[in-house]
């Protein structure tokens, strides 16, 4: 099946209950990290990202829990018990993105913003912030699907290879996105929401 995505604006910052909720839903360890924020602020993204994630699971499966996640020896995140059903989470500043498929899925989301000019020609031989971001989306998707880390790739860029495919994903303004898969179809968007919207899901 295509990759199904789902993406969501964050246009206001938590409340205290709904940090309380979303805590409670996300995996010991990634609580864990998430509490040891030094800024409390930035903890609203990877929170979202989880609760996005369990109402993609609702829609696709009717599953009303989070399934244990669990990391592979190159450190991806996986259900257990449910290896038939692939996921990937990505979350920038003001946005996240969630993707699910039956085979290795990577996705990245990023907020187009301000980078040194050097920074954007050594990379991405670049002056164009939105290409620059547009690149990245790439790496660090494939990365991601991979598992190899973005560093690798940066170090030696690779074409496509036979089975891989990459589609940049339209999300939203002023924003850069993009899955990498194993399917020949592009990805579906099976929902833009806003976080009033996946607030539903608590």
């Known amino acids: 099946m295509p990759v199904q995505l789902w993406t969501a604006r964050l246009d206001r910052p938590l409340t205290g209950s709904e940090e309380e909720a979303m805590l409670r839903m996300v995996p010991p360890e990634r609580r864990e990290r998430i509490l040891r924020m030094q800024h409390p602020e930035k903890r609203r993204e990877p929170l979202c990202a989880y609760l996005l994630l369990r109402l993609a699971l609702w829609q696709r499966f009717r599953w009303q829990e989070l399934p244990e996640i669990v990391l592979s020896s190159r450190g991806k995140p996986g259900f257990s018990d449910h290896p038939e059903v692939q996921f990937n989470l990505s979350h920038t500043r003001g946005a996240v993105l969630v993707g699910l498929s039956d085979k290795a899925v990577g996705v990245d989301i990023e907020r187009v913003r301000p980078v040194g000019r050097k920074l ?10 939105e290409e620059f971001f547009r690149n990245w989306v790439e790496w660090e998707a494939r990365s991601k ?5 973005v560093v ?32 020949r179809e592009p990805p579906e968007i099976l929902g833009r929401y806003s976080l009033d919207e996946i607030g539903g899901a608590l």
């Open 120 to 129: 954007m020609e050594r990379l991405a031989q670049t002056d164009s912030e």
């Open 145 to 149: 699907r991979s598992g190899d880390g």
């Open 152 to 183: 690798s790739l940066l170090r030696t860029p690779e074409p496509l290879r036979d089975g891989e495919f990459y589609y940049p994903v339209d999300v939203f303004p002023g924003y850069a996105a993009g899955t990498a898969c194993g399917d």
